[in-house]
């Protein structure tokens, strides 16, 4: 069973709207991290987190929140979604194994 | 900017071939992580080296460390088709507020034909 889920798998969103990414992970790690990975560039931190209600700024956070609520479970939320914001996201847990990828079109 | 080059590297080699990937990093680390990412799905941990480690094996796969010029390498022995990904490496660098984050690198595209 998969250590690290995200839902949904595919988005499509229009510009303005409000778009949450979520994560699980089942190993009870407390770090855990969003990145997005654009060609060319690889895969860029978003926001991480320590624990349950922690948050802290990636290298590229504008535009992006996160949210804690427990050990399991870190969302990515945009709260007025932009096409420049159309990407690929991945998160990760403690012992940086991956999601599968959110793919997240903004028309 | 982490490292040294930042443009999508791509390698196409027979399948038998060996071949070396290489990166650079700028930021002090004390672990070198290299990932693969087959097409439609997220990163996989391949192979890790840390700071005190110059070499480290794990099957087909071997990768070197040299903290004094800040790069890395993944060497692959006998390629095989199923190696065709894409590589990353990243580093493990301890951030401003006493946490890890990974940072990743452009990566490399290698194709291995039959």
């Known amino acids: 069973e998969a250590a690290v889920t995200q839902s949904p798998r595919n988005k499509v969103a229009v510009t303005g709207g409000k778009v949450t990414l979520s994560c699980n992970q089942t190993?009870?790690?407390?770090?855990m991290y969003w990145y997005r990975q654009d060609t060319g560039h690889g895969l860029r931190l978003i926001h991480y987190?320590?624990?349950?209600?922690s948050t802290e700024k990636g290298d590229i956070p504008d535009g992006y929140k996160a949210s804690r609520p427990s050990q399991e479970n870190f969302s990515l939320i945009l709260e007025l979604a932009t096409p420049s914001q159309t990407s690929v996201y991945f998160c990760?847990?403690?012992?940086w194994g991956f999601g599968p990828g959110t793919r997240l079109t903004v028309l | 900017s982490q490292w040294g080059e930042e443009n999508l590297q791509a390698l196409s080699i027979q399948e038998g071939e060996d071949v070396t990937m290489n990166c650079s990093y700028k930021t002090y680390t004390t672990v070198v992580h290299w990932y693969r990412q087959d097409s439609g799905r997220g990163p996989a941990l391949i192979i890790l080296i840390r700071s005190n480690e110059r070499e480290k094996r794990s099957g087909r796969l071997r990768a070197t460390l040299d903290t004094s010029s800040q790069s890395s390498s993944l060497s692959i022995t006998a390629a095989q088709c199923e190696d065709t990904a894409v590589y990353f490496c990243?580093?493990?660098?301890?951030?401003?507020?006493?946490?890890?984050?990974?940072?990743f690198g452009t990566g490399t595209s290698l194709l291995v034909d039959p």
């Open positions: 987190s320590y624990g349950a209600g």
């Open positions: 190993n009870n790690h407390n770090n």
């Open positions: 990760a847990s403690g012992d």
């Open positions: 990243a580093t493990d660098a301890l951030s401003s507020n006493m946490g890890y984050k990974l940072t």
